[in-house]
């Protein structure tokens, strides 16, 4: 009988508000707050994007060996969370300054597969390094658990904007937030899976380097966490309205007590 109730108490507050207001449906958020959410939104879309794009994207670091003489190609490979690439490069591509293989955007014969961990439960092994699959599977599942946070802020944002539901935005806040420190906390093991497979084997020498794709998902996890505080900002109402107007009332309210 709770739920009953709470929800015809509801709808009689909304049909008093309609009646005041002649009928017509009251606004909620000014326009002015609507503006502020949207920008707010627009700094977390950035942020998702980012995010999608590195979590997509396999050039998260790069392993490269050193350049041989007399030699016309060089291996190097790029990987992400998900697969990893083998490339063999044309040394006459590369820098003579440089003294190892890569970057890996240049042109070459490359051969990309998943690794193995997903598929078969296997570690993977690169340049005669092994995989610890743990950390690997567990900075891609922090991966997704970040990006099904943001879709859920996400909703929460629309259906503020939509229904017009203030309160929606501190949930919303909190998901961004916590996402972009997922984000961040994905990178660490990550980078904790390479310095293990960078000293899993040292009988070949290699030079790694992050790549781009790390630079997306460390901002992206910046973005998010500073969307998700502009959330909580507006979801303040001292800070989504005129300050005066609260110290007044409540200058009225306290003289109405005291008399």
């Given at each position: 009988?709770?739920?009953?109730?709470?929800?015809?108490?509801d709808?009689?507050q909304?049909?008093?508000?309609?009646?005041?207001?002649?009928?017509?449906?009251?606004?909620?958020?000014?326009?002015?707050?609507?503006?502020?959410i949207?920008?707010?939104?627009?700094?977390?879309?950035?942020?998702?994007?980012?995010?999608?794009?590195?979590?997509?994207?396999?050039?998260?670091?790069?392993?490269n060996?050193?350049?041989?003489?007399h030699?016309?190609?060089?291996?190097?490979?790029?990987?992400?969370?998900?697969?990893?690439?083998?490339?063999k490069?044309?040394?006459e591509?590369?820098?003579?300054?440089?003294?190892?293989?890569?970057?890996?955007?240049?042109?070459?014969?490359?051969?990309?597969?998943?690794?193995?961990?997903?598929t078969?439960?296997?570690?993977?092994?690169?340049f005669?390094?092994?995989?610890?699959?743990?950390?690997?599977?567990?900075?891609?599942?922090?991966?997704?658990?970040?990006?099904?946070l943001?879709?859920?802020?996400?909703?929460?944002?629309?259906?503020?904007?939509?229904?017009?539901?203030?309160?929606?935005?501190?949930?919303?806040?909190?998901?961004?937030?916590i996402?972009?420190?997922?984000?961040?906390?994905?990178?660490?093991?990550?980078?904790?899976?390479?310095?293990?497979?960078?000293?899993?084997?040292?009988?070949?020498?290699?030079?790694?380097?992050?790549?781009?794709?790390?630079?997306?998902?460390?901002?992206?996890?910046?973005?998010?966490?500073?969307?998700?505080?502009?959330?909580?900002?507006?979801?303040?109402?001292?800070?989504?309205?005129?300050?005066?107007?609260?110290?007044?009332?409540?200058?009225?309210?306290?003289?109405?007590?005291?008399?």
């Amino acid at each position: 009988m709770m739920w009953p109730n709470f929800f015809l108490q509801d709808e009689e507050q909304r049909m008093a508000m309609r009646g005041r207001a002649g009928g017509k449906r009251r606004k909620v958020l000014t326009d002015e707050q609507e503006g502020k959410i949207k920008l707010a939104f627009f700094v977390a879309i950035v942020g998702m994007t980012l995010t999608v794009l590195a979590v997509g994207t396999e050039f998260w670091v790069e392993l490269n060996t050193y350049k041989q003489n007399h030699t016309d190609v060089c291996e190097a490979v790029h990987f992400g969370l998900w697969k990893f690439c083998h490339k063999k490069l044309w040394v006459e591509e590369i820098e003579k300054e440089r003294v190892t293989c890569g970057p890996a955007e240049l042109p070459g014969e490359a051969n990309c597969s998943y690794f193995k961990f997903f598929t078969t439960g296997e570690n993977a092994h690169i340049f005669q390094r092994t995989t610890k699959k743990e950390l690997n599977i567990t900075a891609a599942v922090v991966s997704l658990l970040s990006v099904t946070l943001m879709a859920m802020g996400s909703l929460c944002i629309i259906m503020a904007l939509s229904k017009e539901v203030e309160f929606l935005l501190k949930p919303a806040s909190i998901f961004f937030i916590i996402s972009g420190v997922m984000v961040l906390v994905c990178l660490e093991v990550f980078r904790h899976s390479v310095r293990s497979l960078i000293t899993s084997n040292e009988s070949i020498p290699l030079e790694y380097e992050y790549s781009w794709s790390v630079a997306c998902a460390l901002a992206a996890g910046s973005i998010l966490i500073f969307g998700g505080g502009c959330f909580i900002l507006l979801s303040i109402p001292s800070l989504t309205k005129k300050p005066w107007e609260y110290c007044i009332k409540g200058r009225n309210n306290s003289n109405g007590n005291t008399s």
